[in-house]
């Protein structure tokens, strides 16, 4: 038998707020998170690109000083998005067998090691650090969360690329309906604004060049638009059935529906163009949560604001919804907070709850002359979504062709 899999609980530290509340209210208020880089290293690089969405609260002001120093800034993120989402949903009194982590990374602990790297060459062996293998390595948020909470059900991680927290909230669901936990922490996390991914990523013309206006440089759907914009974070959802949910009266946000997963198996970093892949991921989240297209309210979209992934994602739309596309209200929300990378579709899943839980879309802000080929219905303010039943579908595309969609229900 299907069971029904709720939201119980929300944390986030963006770009654009240190918690999931103060990063919804700066969303729909139009902010953006993006903003010069005051580092030497931008100077010292001579980096192309000298600006980034980076988290607005710093992770290590926030956990006590002995538990930040054994983390890398990717595990220092996810665990205070962790420790929100806990709180919120209650500090659920549940056994640690029943309770289990999936989370995710895009990179992982990129800081640890480039830092590692220049200890060896500059001072020698003996003064790499002992932990720094447990902190670079990509399941290190996941064991930190898993060892906070002592969360012994089990603690997995998905790497694939920017689908991951989108990937690892649909394992959640499927761990869920296997009953291999009760409760589950699962999201994801990113800290990657570094001067290698900087260079790199402009290397690959992937970056937006706007230095002189990073605020604006994100703009999905814009004719001029020129590529993304890093960002970093993390986001964590607290799942649990429903059953468990309402026995133990927690508050419910919304329900996540269903999930998909594919692959393009097309190109390492390319979208396959008419969004096939995409499209299935969309079609088996719907089928997993039991409705239709015509039964979508709102699409938060993956639209990172680069000129063929933007168009990619509405070919595959338009392949799901065919010409309702055009009045489907979709929020491109990357315009405000940047790209988290691994975090990011964690990130925008609570949006997407938040959502249909306070029938209203978020603004997608910076578009000031819409593409024609993205004919869909985006505006620069809350689009509110009435009071019928509500459902929306939260899309992730990862370098690889990774491809993960959840669907999102109100409750």
């Known amino acids: 038998m299907t069971k029904k899999i709720v939201i119980t609980g929300i944390g986030a530290s963006t770009p654009i ?18 903003r010069s880089l005051e580092h030497d290293w931008v ?28 983390l890398d800034p990717s595990s220092q993120l996810a665990l205070v998005a962790a420790q929100e989402a806990f709180a919120d949903a209650g ?14 990374t895009g990179i992982g602990g990129l800081w640890t090691l480039l830092d590692a790297w220049d200890t060896l060459r500059e001072r020698g062996p003996r003064r790499v650090l002992p932990m720094t293998v447990p902190m670079l390595m990509p399941n290190a948020p996941s064991a930190a969360i898993s060892m906070h909470f002592e969360a012994r059900a089990y603690a997995r991680t998905v790497a694939a690329a920017c689908a991951s927290s989108t990937e690892a909230l649909v394992n959640a669901y499927e761990h ?33 060049r706007r230095n002189d206006d990073p605020a604006t440089a994100s703009r999905p759907y814009d004719v001029t638009r ?27 946000y919304a329900e996540l529906a269903g999930g998909g997963v594919t692959a393009d198996s097309h190109h390492i970093t390319a979208p396959e163009p008419e969004g096939v892949g995409a499209s299935r991921a969309l079609l088996m989240a719907l089928e997993a949560a039991g409705a239709t297209p015509d039964e979508v309210t709102h699409i938060n979209a993956h639209a990172t604001s680069t000129p063929v992934g933007d168009v990619a994602e ?3 739309l338009e392949r799901v919804f ?15 907070h940047g790209h988290l990378l691994g975090g990011t579709g964690a990130l925008e899943a609570i949006f997407a709850a938040l959502a249909v839980q306070e029938r209203q879309a978020p603004p997608t802000i910076n578009v000031t002359e819409q593409d024609p080929d993205a004919p869909l219905r985006i505006s620069a303010s809350p689009i509110p979504l009435g009071d019928e039943p509500q459902l929306a579908v939260s899309n992730s595309f990862g ?10 229900r109100s409750v």
Do not use: C, Y
């Not at 065919?322 to 405000?336: L, Q």
């Open 322 to 336: 065919g010409e309702r596309v055009r009045e489907i209200p979709v929020s491109a929300t990357k315009a405000a």
């Open 399 to 408: 370098f690889g062709g990774h491809n993960a969609v959840v669907a999102i």
């Open 91 to 104: 500090s659920p009194d549940i056994p640690s067998e029943r309770l289990g982590v999936d989370f995710s």
């Open 226 to 252: 020129d590529g993304f914009v890093m960002g970093e974070g993390a986001a964590v959802l607290v799942l649990e059935t429903e059953e468990h949910a309402l026995a133990r009266g927690a508050r419910i």
């Open 314 to 316: 509405v070919r595959a």
């Open 176 to 208: 869920l309906q296997a009953g291999l936990a009760d409760v589950v922490l699962a999201g994801g996390s990113e800290s990657a604004i570094h001067p290698l991914t900087l260079a790199a990523f402009s290397s690959m013309q992937a970056l937006s």
């Open 43 to 70: 100077q010292q690089h001579e980096l192309p690109v000298t600006f980034a969405a980076e988290a607005k609260v710093r992770p290590d002001t926030v956990l006590e000083r002995p538990v930040a120093k054994r």
């Open 17 to 34: 707020g240190g918690t999931a509340r103060e990063s919804w209210e700066a969303l729909l208020a139009g902010e953006s998170g993006a």
